[in-house]
Nanobody, 116 residues
């Protein structure tokens, strides 16, 4: 059974930090690179960061240096540490396998709102 459960979002002031977590099913995590995505209101879902099973990472160029992705293979969990948050980071954040499309299963995501 495919499962993705994102958590850790919330309301934070500009400059603040949040750590997102995503627990997923083994079918997604066991052999795949996994990724965080985000979708702002009225915009398409974009890739934020990816991480391979061995820990290799890649980031959207605009986010490098502020966000850090990590994973715990034993727990089938991926994390996203977000620092220096800006209002433009406001979005619903999702995790999934790297390269997931609209045809794949998606969890409900976790809302991140950056506002004074």
């Amino acid at each position: 059974q495919v499962q993705l459960v994102e958590s850790g979002g919330g309301l934070v002031q500009p400059g603040g930090s949040l750590r997102l977590s995503c627990a997923g099913s083994r079918s997604i995590f066991s052999s795949n690179a996994v990724a965080w995505y985000r979708q702002a209101p009225g915009k398409e879902r974009d890739m934020v960061a990816t991480i391979t099973r061995s820990g290799g990472t890649n980031y959207a160029s605009s986010l490098k240096g502020r966000f850090a992705i990590s994973r715990d293979n034993a727990k089938n969990t991926v994390y996203l540490q977000m620092n220096g948050l800006k209002p433009e980071d406001t979005a619903v954040y999702y995790c999934n396998k790297d390269g997931a499309t609209t045809l794949d299963y998606w969890g409900q995501g976790t809302q991140v709102t950056v506002s004074k």
